[in-house]
């Protein structure tokens, strides 16, 4: 079973960046594309981004185009988000996840295995 932890969230004036990470351990691979997601307290989780296995291809919401880099390191385990241009807007949990199989990269139904999230908060 994988296990997912995030960190590098916390507290940004608008305009700055932040760099989160996602370190992985148990039965994640080169095969499974690893996706961002974003959550507020009371609604669904919305799609931020994702890179495939080998981090050939990444995929990003737009209001993050631009502004947002997915990277990944499978040597280690770890996924990145970085985070430029922050807007208040931004302001979330946000969380990463392992997709099996083919199914619609940008859904949440997609991602079995999430980690806990962590905060990310933009002040005006």
């Known amino acids: 079973q994988v296990r997912l932890i995030e960190s590098g969230g916390g507290l940004v004036q608008a305009g700055g960046s932040l760099a989160l990470s996602c370190a992985a351990s148990?039965?994640?691979?080169?095969?499974?594309?690893m996706g961002w997601f974003r959550q507020a307290p009371g609604k669904e989780r919305a799609f931020v981004g994702a890179?495939?296995?080998?981090?050939?291809?990444?995929y990003y919401t737009d209001s993050v185009k631009g502004r947002f880099t997915i990277s990944r390191d499978n040597a280690n385990n770890t996924t990145f988000l970085q985070m430029n241009s922050l807007k208040p807007e931004d302001t979330d949990i946000y969380s990463c996840?392992?997709?099996?199989?083919?199914?619609?990269?940008?859904?949440?139904?997609?991602?079995?295995?999430w980690g806990p999230g962590t905060q990310v908060t933009v002040a005006a």
């Open positions: 996840a392992v997709r099996y199989g083919k199914r619609p990269i940008t859904s949440n139904d997609s991602y079995p295995s």
């Open positions: 890179i495939s296995g080998r981090g050939h291809t990444t």
């Open positions: 148990g039965g994640t691979s080169d095969r499974y594309t």
